[in-house]
């Protein structure tokens, strides 16, 4: 079999942006519509009402200059670091970063977190490894994201990969499973570092568990290399990433889904941009503290998915940082700050009264997995 090149002609379909692709991805956003009454919406919510005709040309030739001093992916991944700092000081009490000082600069990392925001989840990461001087993640990404040219342009500059979820059929399904897989291992093994999701779709009910088919699907690659699970799955330095929110920007939002669903035999009618307002909220809303734990790579221990599965989880679950939030969800607040209660409480009590436990119980759900693995 010939050795395949993660900048292979073969993987442009899902691959992300090169340095000499930059400027044309930059032209797409500069000109779209959509992302200039966005800016406009979001900086100048009353004036755009009435003058966005005369604003908007204003905002293009700001975002043009602005894109114009970015001539490399490098420089762009700048750019949303500098952004990223100014969203933890505007949204958050703080971000703590625990592990990355111990890994390797100079090796591929495969980063599989549990999955509570759409955009931050991987963000937070690259932060902490651009901040240690690490090279970014190459990030997985539902096409669901993809819904305009512009959404489609930033990803690919943010250095995402695509992930064709929106595939039915079994054979086509398949097919798309091996080429993405190909396209993780190509990618490790020329020392690029990989984020993915633990599972399709964030943990709505705060409930993080590794989906087995998302390890599958990445020792597919593997078998066209003729080692067995526990041998490939070995070699891809995987490091499980424990992610907690003391508020998530999604939590109403997230509970009203779990609702319809129950309400409907588990269906749930998306919107049609429901995806980039979820990000867009996830980025804006007030998250509290948030901490992101890395742990140490995993090279042993595991013969099979489901074990491999069960050592992502127990790391995930023992490293979550128990907030107050947490806590009260829990009914274990006697020793949280009385401020710290009311804080909460207001925040659960402002929720319609039919949603309120399912989001009491989201919150729970840390503290009921940590629990378990002493049982």
């Avoid at 039915?168 to 499973?177: G, I, N």
Wanted: one cysteine or more; a neutral charge; charged letters at 30%.
């Amino acid at each position: 079999m010939r050795k395949l090149s993660s900048d292979d002609p073969i993987f442009d379909d899902i691959r992300p942006c090169r340095d000499d692709e930059i400027k044309t991805e930059l032209a797409k956003i500069c000109s779209d519509k959509s992302v200039l009454d966005g800016i406009l919406r979001f900086r100048y919510p009353i004036l755009s009402k009435w003058c966005g005709l005369v604003l908007r040309p204003l905002v293009r030739r700001y975002i043009k200059n602005y894109c114009d001093k970015i001539n490399s992916i490098a420089d762009f991944q700048d750019k949303v670091a500098a952004y990223m700092r100014h969203m933890i000081d505007a949204t958050t009490d703080g971000v703590t970063f625990k592990g990355f000082d111990k890994l390797d600069p100079k090796r591929g990392y495969l980063f599989i977190s549990n999955h509570r925001d759409i955009s931050l989840d991987p963000a937070f990461i690259d932060l902490a490894l651009h901040d240690a001087g690490f090279d970014t993640v190459r990030i997985a990404i539902g096409d669901n994201l993809l819904k305009t040219e512009a959404a489609s342009s930033l990803m690919r500059l943010n250095k995402s990969f695509i992930v064709k979820r929106s595939i039915s059929a079994p054979r086509e399904k398949l097919k798309a499973m091996t080429h993405l897989s190909s396209y993780i291992g190509s990618s490790l093994s020329e020392g690029h570092s990989i984020w993915i999701a633990e599972r399709e779709g964030r943990a709505k009910d705060g409930d993080d568990r590794v989906e087995e088919a998302v390890l599958k699907m990445i020792s597919l690659y593997g078998r066209s290399l003729k080692q067995d699970f526990s041998t490939y799955m070995s070699s891809l330095n995987i490091v499980p990433v424990s992610i907690t929110y003391e508020y998530d920007p999604a939590d109403l939002s997230k509970a009203r889904e779990l609702k319809e669903r129950d309400e409907n035999n588990g269906q749930y009618q998306k919107g049609e941009l429901e995806d980039i307002e979820s990000i867009i909220g996830g980025i804006k809303g007030y998250k509290g503290r948030v901490s992101v734990v890395a742990g140490d790579p995993i090279t042993s221990g595991f013969s099979s998915p489901q074990e491999l599965a069960q050592l992502i989880d127990s790391f995930i679950w023992q490293n979550y940082e128990l907030y107050p939030s947490i806590m009260i969800a829990s009914g274990k607040d006697s020793t949280v700050k009385t401020e710290d209660k009311d804080k909460f409480m207001a925040r659960i009590n402002a929720y319609p009264e039919e949603l309120r436990s399912r989001v009491l119980a989201m919150y729970a759900k840390p503290y009921e997995n940590r629990n378990s693995l002493n049982n």
